[in-house]
């Protein structure tokens, strides 16, 4: 199972509010709607992600459930997530010790404070933490790296961009007075071609400290997760807008035919975690509508009446077109449930941009008198677009999929038994319709 960058992005990041309405005129509610209600149905009775696998309660990725909900506009379960971490954040999730060695991670501590603000909770007394205050203690003060985000003791490894986009809108939302050095740092890190990096210079003597004095490689994952969190933040200086349009013109730049992003340089291929945050960053236009779309080709979308061994998990997304293919063969299981999660988290807010069907559905057979036994062509119109159909007579039902118009032909066979026969069409939003056809010898 796969772990790169996206592994990284769950463990530091992923999803903090960004504003405008989930559900928009003109765009289907349904897709995100639905892969909302698997995420969150995947919290234990604490409210916490468990790994089944290795046994854990994953606390961050817990956290970035609740800041998609929160996105999405449920409230009331990403504020029923913050109260849950609350009383463990501190000595479970963004603190640990090992060896005798105590670190505070500052990526972790940055995404406890954005939950607390998104989830309408202090993030000055979180857990019984002052989150802001020790955020500001992990922003260092002195030239060459003023701004920059470390974390206390930093043995086993330290801050990157990503904690450091996290913790700019921490702190920007807080008003505090680190969040200007915190800002210009983390637009320090966007090279001229638009893209930022991931990771910031090891050296921390060094006098270069951008991203276009080292040279970074380019990080797609990075670039769209600082897009989102520029604009979520209160601050929005020429300096911030000027970084937005760059960085949005690189991802539009970067995507491929499929309408698909990869990702860093370990995670080129196409995939649905790096095409959930670029499609969130660029939040419209054409190319957010292509990486919809593949989003869309790429969740569970099963219609009721045509199961398949994916079908309990309605909404969930995969990663790719092979993790799907081993989804409906095998389902999901306890080794493959966590990138399964990971990925549908990353992807909701895009799948917010699919178009919504502009009719009520129909269905019509070619023809009205069908002998038993014999096959009949069954049109299908204005189904939710990109979603699948499920068209049965009696026991015999044809699943199919549908574009952007909604419409398919499939040829149903006509159970004998009846004179008098419904055929009815159901798609992935619920929606349904019946014709009727006459059944003869």
């Not at 204005?382 to 999929?401: E, F, L, Q, T």
Request: glycine share 10%; aromatic share 6%.
């Amino acid at each position: 199972m796969r772990k790169p960058l996206i592994a990284a992005i769950t463990a530091v990041v992923v999803a903090a509010g960004l504003a405008g309405p989930a559900e928009a005129a003109g765009h289907d509610p349904v897709p995100a709607r639905q892969g909302a209600t698997w995420l969150y149905g995947q919290l234990n009775s604490g409210h916490l992600m468990h790994n089944a696998q290795y046994d854990f309660d994953d606390y961050g990725l817990t956290a970035d459930s609740g800041l998609e909900l929160a996105t999405l506009g449920r409230h009331k379960q990403a504020l029923t997530i913050a109260k849950a971490l609350a009383p463990q954040a501190a000595t479970k999730w963004y603190r640990s010790t090992y060896g005798g060695v105590t670190t505070t991670y500052a990526g972790s501590v940055a995404k406890a404070a954005v939950l607390a603000q998104v989830a309408g909770l202090d993030p000055h007394s979180y857990g019984g933490t002052d989150l802001i205050a020790l955020l500001e203690s992990e922003v260092a003060q002195d030239a060459p790296i003023r701004g920059r985000m470390q974390d206390q003791n930093d043995s086993f490894g330290d801050a990157n961009v990503l904690g450091q986009a996290l913790a700019a809108r921490a702190l920007t939302d807080a008003h505090s007075a680190d969040a200007g050095p915190v800002r210009r740092f983390l637009l320090g890190q966007q090279c001229a071609a638009g893209y930022f990096t991931l990771d910031f210079n090891k050296d921390k003597a060094s006098a270069t400290q951008t991203c276009t004095g080292r040279g970074a490689a380019p990080d797609t994952d990075a670039t769209s997760y600082v897009v989102i969190q520029l604009q979520g933040m209160g601050h929005r200086s020429a300096a911030v807008s000027s970084a937005i349009d760059k960085a949005q013109a690189w991802l539009k730049r970067k995507q491929k035919t499929s309408g698909a992003w990869g990702g860093g340089t370990s995670t080129t291929a196409a995939n649905a975690n790096s095409t959930g945050l670029a499609t969130w960053a660029l939040g419209s236009g054409a190319a957010a509508h292509r990486g919809a779309v593949w989003l869309r080709k790429h969740q569970v979308r099963d219609a009721a009446g045509c199961h398949t061994r994916l079908s309990a998990s309605r909404g969930a997304v995969a990663y790719d077109t092979s993790t799907m293919r081993a989804g409906l063969k095998a389902g999901i299981t306890v080794a493959t449930r966590d990138q399964w999660r990971r990925t549908t988290t990353q992807a909701l807010i895009g799948l917010t941009l699919l178009p919504r069907a502009s009719k009520d559905i129909s269905v019509a057979p070619a023809k009205t008198r069908v002998r038993a036994g014999r096959r009949v062509r069954v049109h299908v119109r204005h189904a939710a677009p990109y979603s699948m159909v499920c068209v049965r007579i009696g026991k015999h039902r044809k699943a199919a999929s549908v574009g952007v118009r909604g419409r398919t032909t499939v040829k149903v066979k006509v159970p004998a038994g009846k004179r008098h026969r419904a055929v009815t069409v159901v798609d992935s939003d619920g929606r349904e319709a019946r014709a009727s056809l006459r059944v003869t010898r």
